[in-house]
């Protein structure tokens, strides 16, 4: 135990902004954006299970990265809508180790998915008549409870190894809901191991993981590339350009936020990447993608 200090049960976040008359705006900013982030997923969620031309492995990838989207917004938008409400920003060292798991379980299912996702438009355009055959339901199943699981094992060492540490910094965590670094920089213990660790993985299974996830893309460029028919060429290109788009933002903002915790955009990065990455992905997908265009027009045909 580190002499003269006291040990601290209750931890306080950044926030959006110190000002109080910002926070009012800021929250109804926020919940209009927490709002459309679920319906805007649950749409897409709900005309794959109804609409039988999206019952394909592309859509059943689309439909769960929708509620991954989801599920990691509701882990951080909630307590932060709360916190601009009551202006408190405070949090126990338990919530916050608590929100930092389920945080990167999804974070780290969605990786996962992304690279799953990689493969399937690998296997379409590079092998589109052995399509049916190796993207079957069963492998589709297994493919995605592999993210899942991979998602739940992952963070674990990371939370477990938080519960040993002490916090006694009266620095409040510089971000609006809990993130592993912004937490390690409170600790008052020795973060060494944490750190190594998060090195090793992001290294070891963050590389493989990109690797895995821009390398099909390769093969698929080179195929597109050898098609003659013009028209075949900009449906591949169209096919890709929606999960592309989605990858590297959420890459980018990804790697601003990890890489350089203590800059002055982290923040920025961090209420990107956590809010409203979730937002932008089924517009990117909905206004892209010509298939769910259709199943939108006859849905709305339908209920009238």
Known sequence: MIKNETVLYILVLSGLSDLPSLQLPLFLVFLLVYLMTLTGNLLIVLLICTD?????????????????????????????????????????????????????????SEIVLLAVMSYDRYVAICHPLHYTQIMHWKT??????????????????????????????????????????????????DTFINLLFILFCGILFGGGILFLTFYPYIIILKTILKIPSKAMRSKAFSTCSSHLTVVFIFYGTTFCNYLDPNAKDSRAASLFYAVLTPLLNPLIYSLRNQDLKKSITRSIHQGK
């Open 52 to 108: 039988s031309h999206l019952q394909t492995p592309m859509y059943f990838f689309l439909g769960t990265l929708a509620c991954l989207d989801m599920g990691y917004s509701s882990v951080t938008t909630p307590r932060m809508l709360f916190d601009l409400y009551a202006q408190r920003r405070l949090i126990s060292v338990q919530a916050c180790i608590t929100q930092i798991y389920f945080f990167l379980f999804l974070i780290n």
């Open 140 to 189: 589709c199943v297994l493919l995605v409870s592999v993210a899942l699981t991979f998602g739940l094992i992952q963070p674990l060492p990371h939370t477990l190894s938080l519960l040993n540490l002490i916090f006694c910094s009266s620095k409040p965590l510089q971000s609006f809901f809990c993130d592993l670094p912004q937490l390690l920089q409170v600790s008052c213990g």
